[in-house]
């Protein structure tokens, strides 16, 4: 069993963010592998222990990347591949999810691509199930349990979280799935982990070696600037009472007034 | 020609998906005089056909078929990829729901059109669209636009636009579409789905009341239900508490949880790390109720409470038994 898990590093989630004048942003520069993206490389490495297959961390960016594809050498993947060219220089997520598709395609025996639910810097899942539909597989997304896994009868039954509750998908492989927080604890590099990926040779792939198509990298949206979010009204306004009983009230009158309540 | 709005309009069970009002609200917003055509995909979806012509749709195209009963990606994201080749509509819009990201993406690829995910505001300038999302956390907000020719996608966060009251004189046409793929066709079949019941969905809510680590375990949480159920709400976490195994992931608010907008956020025993207001911060008013005076939450919030959450919220929720029960 092949499974790929596709990541990427996004900016540190406790960074302070700040707009500047030119409607860019200042973060800080500290990269962490995206946060949902722990529990899709672990997953993958979880499968591929129990299925004695093999994991590849796949990632399409710049060599800022690096350390997502490190990360995922070091807690047991077994190969590392980037993917990057000029060409895919201000692509958008099609642009993207044709370039995982087609290293998808070119890695050949792929059974299951797992992704984490969405990348935290443009919160966006868009290219997850773009790359699905780029390569005509079943997209399972918000998997919080694989429930079955069976390589040699081309099946995965897994259960989604939807906004009406728990659903039971049973499906053909190969397959692309997301995966949420709910579905292992993510396991951390050990050092022999860390010294292993810090030696590994990782490949990269460029749109000629995967045959990608100028025209279909053509991004279809633009990135403008960024704007600071709205001020919130005002400042706290402390409930003072002498008891519980007489802050509680206080509160609903306010809320009542509000019209939230 | 391109012209007018579509609409993917989601259901389950025949229920409409509020948030998918907001875009069709939205939908004729855009349109202007132009036509505004809803597409519904399920079983047994009349109702749902005529309330979207109700709400401002001027045609409904309805997919009443056994092979949509259930959200499957492959047949859903098929059928809209052919509506929108067959009716080349200028813009086509859903709500930002799970199964509305992924159909509208999946069928933006199919055809290779833009797609803006998840946003909180929409607007054409010179013909395309240009909308604001929060990125990073909600820490910042991106504006981003539509290039590439042909239909413009977008998917809309529920409650962060104003759903159009039904207007019961408004008349529309319904038109039956076929389903584009056999079900033998379709990789994947659903099992079982375990429904949400007795609960209110966090997507949908208006109220929520949410515990974090001040509620101490488990049973903590009753305080938090019982004000939640008194408010017709639902009930939230922070991490820390889902990590702590007192409450299902589910039901978890931030940045790896769920992002909601309600009217009302009440914040019990939640400091309010950065990672839990990203999934918050947008609620038209947020309330704190903590020990810690200091507690970062209190930045946020309109209304603030300091004191035990075990003596605040159930004195809430007797008085709001007495005021509205």
Redesign the interface.
């Known amino acids: 069993m092949h499974v790929v898990v596709v990541t990427k590093n996004t900016p540190d989630t406790a960074a302070t963010v700040t707009v500047k004048g030119d409607g860019t942003i200042d973060w800080g520069d500290s990269l962490v592998v995206n946060p949902w993206d722990e529990y899709a490389i672990t997953e993958a490495v979880l499968l591929k222990e129990a299925h004695s297959g093999k994991a590849t961390v796949l990632t399409v960016g710049t060599d800022e990347h690096q350390e997502a594809l490190k990360h995922g050498l070091a807690i047991g993947c077994d190969q590392a591949i980037r993917v990057w060219d000029g060409a895919l220089d201000g692509c958008d997520s099609l642009g993207y999810a044709e370039a995982v598709a087609a290293a998808i395609r070119k890695l050949g025996d792929v059974d299951l691509v797992i992704f984490g639910r969405e990348l935290a810097d443009i919160a966006t899942d868009q290219h997850v199930y773009q790359v699905a539909r780029k390569l005509g597989w079943t997209m399972l997304g918000y998997v919080a349990k694989i429930q079955a896994l069976d390589v040699a009868a081309r099946s995965i039954t897994v259960n989604r979280l939807t906004e009406y509750g728990t659903q039971t998908v049973r499906s053909t492989l190969p397959a692309v799935i997301s995966v949420v927080k709910d579905i292992n604890e993510p396991k951390y590099p050990t050092f022999i982990g860390i010294r292993k990926a810090a030696k590994a040779e990782i490949p990269v792939w460029s749109a000629a070696d995967l045959g990608l198509d100028a025209a279909a990298l053509q991004p279809r949206t633009q990135q403008l600037r960024y704007q600071e979010l709205p001020k919130r009204e005002g400042t706290v306004e402390i409930i003072e009472g002498a008891t519980a009983q007489e802050k509680a009230a206080k509160l609903i009158d306010r809320l009542i007034e509000e019209k939230v309540l | 020609m391109s012209q007018g709005v579509l609409v993917w309009v989601e259901q ?1 069970k025949g229920k409409p ?1 509020a948030a998918s009002w907001e875009a069709l609200g939205q939908a004729r917003t855009l349109a202007g005089g132009g036509p505004v055509t809803a597409a519904v995909f399920g079983q047994g979806v009349e109702a749902v056909a005529q309330e979207a012509i109700r709400r401002g749709a001027d045609r409904v195209l309805v997919a009443d078929d056994a092979t949509l009963a ?5 047949p859903f ?1 098929a059928l809209l990829a052919q509506i929108v080749r067959e009716h080349q509509p200028a813009i086509v819009l859903a709500a930002a ?3 509305g ?2 159909v ?3 069928a ?3 055809i ?7 946003v909180t505001d929409l607007s054409l300038e010179g013909g395309k669209l ?1 909308a ?17 020719d042909g239909p413009q996608f977008a998917t809309l966060r529920p409650r962060a636009f104003p759903a159009p009251e039904p207007d019961p004189s408004r008349s529309g046409e319904i038109v039956a579409v076929a389903p584009v793929l056999a079900e033998d066709a379709i ?10 019941t007795g609960t209110i ?1 966090l ?2 809510a ?2 929520i009341v949410s515990g974090g680590r001040g509620v101490g375990g488990p049973e903590g949480f009753d305080p938090v239900r019982e004000l939640a159920e008194a ?1 017709g709400g639902a009930v939230g976490a922070s991490r820390a508490a889902v990590d702590a195994g007192w409450i299902p ?2 039901h ?1 608010v931030g ?3 769920k992002v909601v907008s309600p ?2 956020y009440i914040a019990a025993g939640i400091s309010g790390a ?2 839990h207001q ?1 999934g918050m ?1 947008t609620a ?2 947020i ?2 109720i903590n020990k810690d ?1 200091e507690a970062p939450i ?11 959450l075990f ?2 919220l ?3 929720t ?3 038994r007495k ?2 029960g």
């Open positions: 389950f998906q259930d959200y499957r990606f492959e994201v729901t799970i199964a990201r992924e509208l993406a999946g933006a690829a199919e290779g059109a833009g797609l803006l995910t998840d240009q604001v999302r929060p990125v990073l956390g909600g820490k910042v907000l991106s504006v981003e636009a539509i290039t590439g990789a994947s079949k659903v099992e079982a789905m375990q429904e949400v969905s997507t949908d208006t109220i408010l992931y589910e978890q940045q790896t949880g009217d009302l950065i990672q990203a911060r038209k008013v309330v704190a005076p209190f930045k946020l919030a309109r209304y603030g409470i300091v004191g035990d003596e605040v159930p004195a809430l007797a008085e709001v005021r509205l």
